[in-house]
Structure formats: structure tokens, C-alpha cells
């Protein structure tokens, strides 16, 4: 049983690198802000923290990087579905600008108090 959880946390590690590995190739190769792997890979870890009790947000974000790198949604398209996925967590919303082009940025609007 802990051989099966240290694979499980091997597997995750690995694929977590590879796409932060992604995210720093996709920023590069469309002229992005340069970014380092270790600045997505911290950015991937608060998602994993901030939804560690609900799974299929996170496995929902990583889907949304990996359309936005095969270029199957474009900038405005990833703003849009990121900005939905973590409506509740404007922290997240805000951080991820790091993976955004220049001229591109998302503004978290806040609360009127009333």
C-alpha cells in the first residue's frame, strides 16, 4: 500500500513537472513573459493546495493548459475559462496573469461593500 502511494506521488510529481516544463515552453514560444519552471510549478502547487479536496477543479485546470498549449483555445478563451474555474479564488485568478502575453491581463474585480 505505501509502494502504491509513493508511484501515485512519483506519477504526479513527474506529470506536474512536465506540464510546468509545458507551461514554460508555451509562454516562451508565443513571446510570453519569460517564465521559470519553478514559478509554475509553485503556481500549480496553490491550485493543488486550494482545491486538494476537490480533485476534478484541478485535473479541470490542467485540461485547460493543455488546450491552451495545442492551441485549441486562444488567450482570450483561456482568460474566460480560468477566470470561471476559480471565480472564488481571485488570489488564483490574479497569479495566473504570470502566464499571460503582454497586453493581456486579468483584473479581478472586487466586492462592493454594502
Do not use: C, W
Amino acid at each position: 500500500m505505501k509502494r502504491r502511494l509513493e508511484d501515485r506521488e512519483t506519477l504526479f510529481a513527474s506529470k506536474q513537472r512536465r506540464l510546468a516544463g509545458n507551461l514554460e515552453a508555451s509562454a516562451q514560444g508565443q513571446q510570453f513573459q519569460r517564465l521559470e519552471v519553478e514559478d509554475a510549478l509553485s503556481y500549480l502547487d496553490q491550485v493543488k493546495l486550494q482545491f486538494g479536496n476537490q480533485p476534478q477543479v484541478y485535473n479541470d485546470f490542467l485540461d485547460i493548459m493543455k488546450e491552451f498549449k495545442s492551441q485549441s483555445i486562444d488567450t482570450p478563451g483561456v482568460i474566460s475559462r480560468v477566470s470561471q474555474l476559480f471565480k472564488a479564488h481571485p488570489d488564483l485568478i490574479v497569479g495566473f496573469n504570470t502566464f499571460l502575453p503582454r497586453g493581456y491581463k486579468i483584473e479581478v474585480q472586487k466586492p462592493v461593500a454594502g
